[in-house]
């Protein structure tokens, strides 16, 4: 068992663009569980202004396990092909479903790599995010803000477990609490 590590310098300036790497456990990691991948890029949050990924995915006890790591300078299309070819080659696994953020480029890439994935948009890029950009401006109370949020995400995060019923009494009570001008 080794560890799988990969990077790619600009030609021309010789300067780091990308990194990938996967210890023996994380390989281990996708080619046991790795049918369903998340990816997950923090945005410039690190000393080199690079953004740091994550390859997640889910265990046999529910819990998520890492699969790999990387950076990219740029989050291009051909930045994430790169990516996601070195997490193909590390571990021989073509996943069935991917679960990202709404980055087109990563989208463009999962295309072109693992073309038979079925591509998912997560829940809270979806949901939280999008809430958040478009409803917050109605609260500008702090206190009430932070109560139609945490409702809000409660209601999104528990809603796989939740009966039709329960989801659709929880949906119409938070209903009420959203200024008419917001509906």
């Known amino acids: 068992d080794s560890y799988y ?18 210890s023996p456990e994380h390989i281990k990691h996708v080619q046991k569980y790795g049918k369903v991948l998340m990816l997950d890029a923090t945005h410039g949050t690190n000393l080199f202004s690079m953004q740091l990924i994550f390859v997640t995915m889910i265990n046999e006890y529910g819990k998520s396990t890492v699969g790999g790591y990387g ?13 996601l070819e070195q997490l193909k080659c ?34 809270f890029h979806l949901a939280l995010q999008n ?11 702090k206190a009430e803000w ?7 995400w409660n209601i999104v995060a ?15 009570e938070f209903l009420k609490l959203m200024p008419i001008n917001a509906l």
């Not at 950076?71 to 990516?83: G, K, M, N, R």
């Not at 991917?98 to 790599?113: P, R, W």
């Not at 932070?146 to 809000?152: A, D, E, P, Q, R």
């Not at 528990?158 to 119409?172: H, L, M, P, V």
């Open 5 to 22: 590590f990969a990077y790619h310098c600009c030609p021309v300036t010789n300067s780091l663009q990308r990194i990938f790497w996967a």
């Open 71 to 83: 950076l990219l300078l740029e989050e291009t299309t051909e930045a994430w092909a790169w990516f």
């Open 90 to 123: 590390s571990n021989g696994v073509s996943p069935s479903a991917i679960h990202t953020d709404e980055s087109m480029a990563m989208s463009n890439a999962i295309l072109q790599v693992f073309p038979s994935a079925k591509h998912f948009l997560c829940e």
């Open 131 to 141: 809430f958040c950009k478009n409803i917050k401006g109605y609260f500008p109370v």
């Open 146 to 152: 932070i109560n139609v949020l945490n409702k809000f």
């Open 158 to 172: 528990e809603s796989d477990i939740r009966s039709t019923d329960t989801f659709d009494k929880e949906w119409i």
